[in-house]
Nanobody, 127 residues
């Protein structure tokens, strides 16, 4: 059984940084796409960034370009989301997800394309 466990969330001031981690266990997901999503209170879940383990695909939502960076470790067990220059509107629960989509599909941005989800980690940015 695949498990995704996020960590690294917390309370940070405006302009600060956090690094989220998503640890994968249960099976190898080398053929999967990995994505980070977030959901703020009263809002729909939205795509933030994603990659393929092979490293040949990464994709960012426009609102995080230049501030957030997605990466993975070589062991293909952990995906990271480095978040800099945080804003109050970045406050949300952050989720990682894994999707079994063909490699040529790149990085899907719809949450319906993802098969496994973590429990989420809260990020709060105070002004």
């Amino acid at each position: 059984q695949v498990q995704l466990v996020e960590s690294g969330g917390g309370l940070v001031q405006v302009g600060g940084s956090l690094r989220l981690s998503c640890e994968v266990s249960g099976r190898t997901l080398s053929s999967y796409a990995m994505g980070w999503f977030r959901q703020a209170p009263g809002k729909e879940r939205e795509f933030i960034a994603g990659l393929r383990w092979s490293g040949d695909w990464t994709y960012y939502a426009d609102f995080v370009k230049g501030r957030f960076t997605i990466s993975r470790d070589k062991a293909e067990t952990t995906v990271y989301l480095q978040m800099n220059s945080l804003k109050p509107e970045d406050t949300a629960v952050y989720f990682c997800a894994a999707g079994n989509v063909p490699r040529g599909y790149g990085v899907p941005r719809s949450d319906s394309d993802y098969d496994y989800w973590g429990q989420g980690t809260q990020v709060t940015v105070s002004s």
